[in-house]
């Protein structure tokens, strides 16, 4: 009986290590900071050229993208959608500038600087204006069974503070949206905390 209990045991611990052994392991930190390094600057090349597909490619199947004041984009279609209707809207300039990389096994955590300075168009709907953001970001990069580091997580909180705006109707007043300002697939500009640039 007790001979059983022991390979029932150690039958468990097997398959329990199995089902983690689609993750790989990296334990060289240098390592893993050149490579992540590449990759943001990969990512901020993609953004700059209006590449919304790349963009999107770095996120894994559950990755979250938020942007200042914007609904959080889940998953890579919605990443990608978000950013096919922005690029259309005009130029977009990002940077980043990391200050911390931290990482244990399969997971890293970037966190640092960033600024986005977005020059609208004529295909940008009114209420939004040419406009810049600063402030900081943070990522969670997570290494997944095919060997790539992919986006978990990525958020950007701004430092500017928030406008006041006029009440509908008063001077000054932005325009009313065609489409319902809770429409997931209208992103705003950098945010409606950003300067306007006039």
Known sequence: ??????LTAATALALAVAACSNVKQVTDETKVREIIDGLSQEFVECWNGGEYECVAGFFSED?????????????P?????????AFGWGQWEFSTETAVLEQS????????????RFVADAAAPPGRPSSQDRGNYITHWRLESDGRWRIAAQAFVSEIPARVMPAPGQPGAAPVPSRPPDDPSVPPPPGASSEIIR
């Open 1 to 6: 009986m007790k001979r059983g209990c022991v």
């Open 63 to 75: 990755g979250w993208q938020m942007m200042p004041n914007s609904q959080a984009q889940a998953g």
């Open 77 to 85: 279609d919605a990443i990608r959608r978000f950013w096919q209707l």
């Open 105 to 116: 096994g399969p997971v890293a955590v970037e966190r640092g600087k960033y600024t986005i």
